[in-house]
């Protein structure tokens, strides 16, 4: 592995009930929203300026590539499946998807879109073989894609069949964590804007967070079973928690707020345990012990997304300034 950690940095000032977030590398000019953990020491990232992380030793030191011909290319999603294969998310026109099958040492395009306004938000993968990603609407509908071969190849969604936006109404590509499928035919997504929105392949709901303005709304959901967290609110308002935070009980039927909410705008949200789950955005990491009802800053350490392993317990965090921690708990 080359590109050795500036090292284990140390605490992060800010600590709460023994909790904390431990600074494994900081000082790169790129910029993470992308992090796929898959196990406790196989992390991969991305981000700008064409940059991809992969760790095999749980932060310890990292291998850094610049993908040839993609220099400026945001890479705001990440999907691994092992230490050797990975997908990236190039965002906007053109929109590209790459494979790597040897650790980042090559990349393969496996899909490109040069349409006016295509912007990809985020992708997720049910297991390995299905996934889908999402885009802003194209036509008044959000694009979509899905791969039934690990992200070798991808089929753009008939139209007919793609979810309808409301004006104003997009998604926000802050974590990569916008779309989750439940199984390997479905999916919900949520949205922001104008419009805050939950939706699934035959449903939408209106989502009872901050709305109104190109910066406010959902973006980030995860699942469990049969509950969905989101988080969101304002992005040009980092310290603001009035309208940031649902948890969506039923598959979304009944939607209820916190008694005390995450103490800030959030970009993204991962479950540690069954009623445990963790937060961060601009201004902090926050903690729920009590699924969802009542939230706790951890950190006052700003971090764009945070993913727990597929297989296994570690859970990281990475963020602007080439930020990547550790929660500790």
Known sequence: MKGIVLGLLCFLCFNSQGQSIKLLQIGKTASFRGLSVVTNNT????????????????????????????????????????????????IAEPAYILRTTNAGESWETVYENKTK??????????????????????????????????GKTWQEMDEQNRPVADSGEACFASSGTNIKMTSASNYVLITGGLVSSLITPINKINLPLLQGKESTGANSIAVYKKTYMIVGGDFTQRDASKGNFLVG?????????????????????????????????????????????????????????VQKAKKGNAIYLAGGNGRIGMYLP
């Open 43 to 90: 992390i991969w990232v991305s981000g700008s300026q064409g940059t991809i992380g992969l760790s095999i030793d749980g932060g310890m030191h990292w291998k850094w590539m610049t993908v040839a011909g993609f220099e400026k290319t945001d890479f705001r999603d990440i999907e691994a499946f092992n230490d050797s294969t990975a997908i990236i998310m190039g």
């Open 117 to 150: 306004g295509m912007f990809l938000d985020a992708m997720d993968f049910f297991d390995d073989v299905h996934g889908i990603v999402v885009g802003d609407p194209i036509n008044g509908k959000f694009f979509m894609a899905t791969t039934k071969d690990a």
């Open 249 to 305: 009980k039923n598959n979304g039927k009944y939607l209820e707020t916190a008694l005390i909410p995450p103490t800030g705008y959030r970009s993204c949200i991962a479950q540690i345990s069954k009623k445990k789950w963790i937060t961060c955005g601009l201004n902090g990491v926050d903690i729920s012990n009590s699924n969802g009802l009542r939230f706790y800053r951890i950190s006052n350490e700003g971090f764009h997304v």
